[in-house]
């Protein structure tokens, strides 16, 4: 059974915006610890944005100013905004889940299958 379903991804020209969805389970999803991941071809899994613990955001460098998390704790669903896109953040988008049983672990335990993000010159 899928606990994790990101959708949201596409195709669009640089400058663009995408919106990413996470849709979790009751079981998978928190308030916090959740987190947004990204791979390219050739290129290791890099974190892109996270809700840690104390219900604070972080964000890689390279998305910074440019990619917002949020989340609808009603719906169980995590959000990734993206603006400015670039190039560079072609690559596949997966949320993923550090809660299980009530408790947030310290690493991620629950993945999605990935949701594509194109993004043309």
């Known amino acids: 059974q899928v606990q994790l379903v990101e959708s949201g991804g596409g195709s669009v020209q640089a400058g663009g915006s995408l919106r990413l969805s996470c849709a979790a389970s009751r079981y998978t999803y928190s308030s916090y610890c959740m987190g947004w991941f990204r791979q390219a071809p050739g290129k290791e899994r890099e974190g892109v944005a996270a809700?840690?613990?104390?219900?604070?955001?972080s964000y890689a460098d390279s998305v910074k100013g440019r990619f917002s998390i949020s989340q609808d704790n009603a719906k169980n669903t995590l959000y990734l905004q993206m603006n400015s896109l670039k190039p560079e953040d072609t690559a596949m988008y997966y949320c993923?889940?550090?809660?299980?049983?009530?408790?947030?672990?310290?690493?991620?335990?629950?993945w999605g299958q990935g949701t594509q993000v194109t993004v043309s010159s």
């Open positions: 809700i840690d613990i104390d219900g604070s955001t």
């Open positions: 993923a889940s550090r809660f299980q049983g009530g408790d947030c672990y310290p690493d991620y335990k629950y």
